[in-house]
T-cell receptor
Framework: GAVVSQHPSRVICKSGTSVKIECRSLDFQATTMFWYRQFPKQSLMLMATSNEGSKATYEQGVEKDKFLINHASLTLSTLTVTSAHPEDSSFYIC????????????FGPGTRLTVL | GENVEQHPSTLSVQEGDSAVIKCTYSDSASNYFPWYKQELGKGPQLIIDIRSNVGEKKDQRIAVTLNKTAKHFSLHITETQPEDSAVYFCAASLTTGGGNKLTFGTGTQLKVEL
């Protein structure tokens, strides 16, 4: 159990367009989902925390209007990169926590975004 | 906020040898410490975790030790195999019942050589 999927796995887009990334918990309900960004050979940087039915909490320095997060159900969270620019190119990874009982985070496989 | 330091940044061992990765944390209130393995181009995979009410936990070839007084914890991999080659991240958080932020270390690139 505790499988998290992401879609798409890779996406290439032009500057100025928007890209949506989906994160799904396949076999459990996720009260909380997290979105991370990872640059090559670096650690994971938390972008935001989302709770089902609530507004996401963004980390300092992360533009909430640029990185739109929606946690519509207990199994789905989406990250939309709006008006993407080449500097937004990165590896985006989501994670999910089962319920309030435990806070173990299970990670998705990641999405490689390339903005031309 | 929490700060997690991880050493070494790279580690090369011979197959069959043991590997040890160490992390220190700054917030004495942190009580949950997971370790993740990340292969190239993939998401991190939880391999073992420990909570502050225990000092050691073992799962087959993998073990984690925690010293709350010194605020450090370590990952031990015995009988290393080539498939253990990956980047390993430690993390720390204060758990209050769910949805808590992890602070990650900078990662250790482990290479197991034949």
């Amino acid at each position: 159990g505790a499988v998290v999927s992401q879609h798409p796995s890779r996406v290439i887009c032009k500057s100025g367009t928007s890209v949506k990334i989906e994160c799904r918990s396949l076999d459990f309900q996720a009260t909380t989902m997290f979105w991370y960004r990872q640059f090559p050979k670096q650690s994971l940087m938390l972008m935001a925390t989302s709770n089902e039915g609530s507004k996401a909490t963004y980390e300092q320095g992360v533009e909430k209007d640029k990185f739109l997060i929606n946690h519509a159900s207990l199994t789905l969270s989406t990250l939309t990169v709006t008006s993407a620019h080449p500097e937004d190119s990165s590896f985006y990874i989501c994670s999910a926590s089962r319920t309030s009982v435990t806070d173990t985070q299970y990670f998705g496989p990641g999405t490689r975004l390339t903005v031309l | 906020g929490e700060n997690v330091e991880q050493h070494p940044s790279t580690l090369s061992v011979q197959e069959g040898d043991s590997a040890v990765i160490k992390c220190t944390y700054s917030d004495s209130a942190s009580n949950y410490f997971p370790w993740y393995k990340q292969e190239l181009g993939k998401g991190p995979q939880l391999i073992i975790d420990i909570r502050s009410n225990v000092g050691e936990k073992k799962d087959q070839r993998i073990a984690v030790t925690l010293n709350k007084t010194a605020k450090h914890f370590s990952l031990h991999i015995t009988e290393t195999q080539p498939e253990d080659s990956a980047v390993y991240f430690c993390a720390a958080s204060l758990t209050t019942g769910g949805g808590n932020k992890l602070t990650f270390g900078t990662g250790t690139q482990l290479k197991v050589e034949l």
